[in-house]
């Protein structure tokens, strides 16, 4: 057998080049390069009746990771493939929280608990399955930045104890 030439050991002989074609348009899974593998994949969806949009195709190495349904895939040089929720996908939940947080600076917190829950748990459970220990972290924490903003603006003259901030002892 051949030595590979590929630091994952992912590099396969010509011949024993994969072609995948999900049910999902978009991403397909295949370690031919460039040309070659353009004319290999377009070959592959005319027997099947598909066709592939060139400007919608791209062939990456799974190296430099890609975005496929709010995911990014890539595989890391200590050879671990990992997928993690991509950042378009954060940064698409923190402002669509921002905005529910803006919509309801002047309603009750119920009201607002009862609207933000079902899209944080909706984000949460469709990203629990992949790395996302840290992001779900750091996502938390925005999120308690942005409550304590809306109580602090809700209630102007409490103090961060809860006791009022204009109460003189004596």
Request: glycine share 8%; hydrophobic share 35%; proline share 5%.
């Amino acid at each position: 057998m051949a030595a590979r030439s590929c630091p994952y050991g992912q590099d396969d002989p010509p011949e024993m080049a994969k072609v995948g074609l999900p049910r999902k348009a978009g991403v397909l899974r295949h370690n031919l390069r460039h040309t070659a593998g353009r004319n290999h994949l377009a070959g592959a969806g005319n027997e099947r009746g598909l066709q592939l949009s060139p400007e919608k195709t791209a062939i990456t190495h799974v190296a430099d990771g890609f975005d496929f349904l709010g995911q990014n895939i890539r595989r890391y040089p200590n050879g671990k493939l990992l997928i993690k929720p991509s950042r378009k996908s954060i940064k698409s939940l923190l402002t669509r929280v921002k905005e529910i947080v803006r919509e309801h600076l002047g309603d009750t917190a119920h009201r607002l608990i009862t609207r933000l829950n079902p899209v944080i748990r909706g984000w949460a459970n469709y990203h629990r399955h992949v790395v996302s220990k840290r992001i779900f972290a750091r996502i938390d924490a925005a999120i308690f930045r942005m409550l304590w903003q809306w109580a602090c603006a809700r209630h102007p003259r409490k103090g961060a104890d809860g006791s009022s901030a204009n109460t003189s002892s004596g």
